[in-house]
């Protein structure tokens, strides 16, 4: 019985020894797991990344708005060059205002760079440009004049004018505004103005005299030389063709700023001797 007991014992204890290092290890291994469960893992720590990326790219995007905004701040000066082209329209009915009986609608073609310095919604608009008001023979006379007085008139005027238009603008919303003020610019004439006395042929046309009384009859006298390819002189020489012409016009007309370096325009107006219309697109300095 005696040694029964001390079988028994033996056997207990050994199971005691080996239980203690597997519950050892178990308690290591959950332990584990619940830190691998509480500690945070590679893949959360690569969610986290994106969230820091989201934010600057927002915050890049919002500085890239700023930067492009056509909002125009009060008190800042902004610049802007670029490129204008106008229709200059000289309507028959101006020119018999002016004093001439016959004539024709002149359609004139003026374009060249602008230079605009903005602020607080008014603008100074100054531009340098050429016309062509070139036109092909054409019959004319003074109202004063009889009717013997008619001549053919060609044009190869043309004009460089110095100019500036004194604009303000309402905005009907960050992008667009209505513009109107006034324009005014001095214009140096050069080209050739060629005149010859005119006689009407049968059908009611008007044709080149050849000289004094060649064909004979009512009209080509003798009372001026303006035959062959006579020439007009200028103001300087003694001649009816000008030297300088003034512009000075009234206009209205609409703006549009998509982005802060960029603006459009469109323009219509009244000017001395002229209706036009025109528009203009300019870079932001």
Same mark, same amino acid.
């Given at each position: 019985?005696? #040694?029964?007991?001390? #079988?028994?014992?033996?056997?207990?204890?050994?199971?005691?020894?080996?239980?203690?290092? !597997?519950?050892?290890?178990?308690?290591?291994?959950?332990?584990?797991?619940?830190?691998?469960?509480?500690?945070?893992?590679?893949?959360?720590?690569?969610?986290?990344?994106?969230?820091?990326?989201?934010?600057?790219?927002?915050?890049?995007?919002?500085?890239?708005?700023?930067?492009?905004?056509?909002?125009?701040?009060?008190?800042?000066?902004?610049?802007?060059?670029?490129?204008?082209?106008?229709?200059?329209?000289?309507?028959?009915?101006?020119?018999? !205002?002016?004093?001439?009986?016959?004539?024709?609608?002149?359609?004139?073609?003026?374009?060249?760079?602008?230079?605009?310095?903005?602020?607080?919604?008014?603008?100074?608009?100054?531009?340098?440009?050429?016309?062509?008001?070139?036109?092909?023979?054409? %019959?004319?006379?003074?109202?004063?004049?009889?009717?013997?007085?008619?001549?053919?008139?060609?044009?190869?005027?043309?004009?460089?004018?110095?100019?500036?238009?004194?604009?303000?603008?309402?905005?009907?919303?960050?992008?667009?505004?209505?513009?109107?003020?006034?324009?005014?610019?001095?214009?140096?004439?050069?080209?050739?103005?060629?005149?010859?006395?005119?006689?009407?042929?049968?059908?009611?046309?008007?044709? %080149?005299?050849?000289?004094?009384?060649?064909?004979?009859?009512?009209?080509?006298?003798?009372?001026?030389?303006?035959?062959?390819?006579?020439?007009?002189?200028?103001?300087?020489?003694?001649?009816?063709?000008?030297?300088?012409?003034?512009?000075?016009?009234?206009?209205?007309?609409?703006?549009?700023?998509?982005?802060?370096?960029?603006?459009?325009?469109?323009?219509?107006?009244?000017?001395?001797?002229?209706?036009?219309?025109?528009?203009?697109?300019?870079?932001?300095?």
């Amino acid at each position: 019985m005696r #040694s029964y007991l001390v #079988s028994l014992t033996a056997f207990l204890l050994s199971g005691l020894a080996y239980a203690q290092p !597997a519950k050892a290890q178990d308690d290591t291994e959950n332990a584990v797991e619940e830190a691998a469960t509480e500690a945070p893992g590679e893949g959360e720590a690569t969610e986290a990344k994106p969230e820091e990326g989201d934010a600057k790219g927002a915050e890049s995007d919002a500085a890239a708005n700023a930067a492009s905004s056509p909002v125009e701040e009060k008190g800042v000066t902004y610049r802007f060059v670029g490129l204008r082209y106008r229709g200059l329209i000289v309507p028959q009915f101006m020119e018999s !205002a002016f004093g001439a009986d016959g004539g024709a609608t002149v359609y004139a073609n003026n374009f060249g760079p602008e230079f605009i310095i903005r602020k607080d919604n008014f603008e100074y608009n100054i531009s340098l440009t050429y016309t062509s008001y070139a036109f092909d023979a054409t %019959p004319f006379k003074a109202k004063s004049d009889g009717e013997d007085a008619w001549e053919l008139v060609t044009s190869e005027i043309k004009v460089i004018y110095l100019g500036v238009d004194f604009l303000w603008s309402h905005p009907f919303n960050e992008k667009f505004a209505l513009n109107y003020g006034m324009g005014a610019a001095l214009g140096i004439v050069f080209g050739d103005l060629h005149r010859v006395q005119a006689y009407k042929d049968a059908n009611g046309d008007y044709q %080149p005299c050849v000289a004094p009384g060649n064909p004979p009859g009512f009209y080509c006298g003798n009372d001026n030389d303006h035959y062959g390819d006579y020439t007009e002189p200028s103001w300087a020489d003694g001649g009816s063709k000008p030297i300088v012409f003034p512009w000075l016009a009234g206009q209205i007309g609409l703006r549009f700023k998509p982005h802060k370096n960029f603006q459009a325009h469109l323009d219509a107006g009244i000017a001395v001797g002229h209706v036009f219309f025109g528009l203009g697109a300019d870079y932001g300095l």
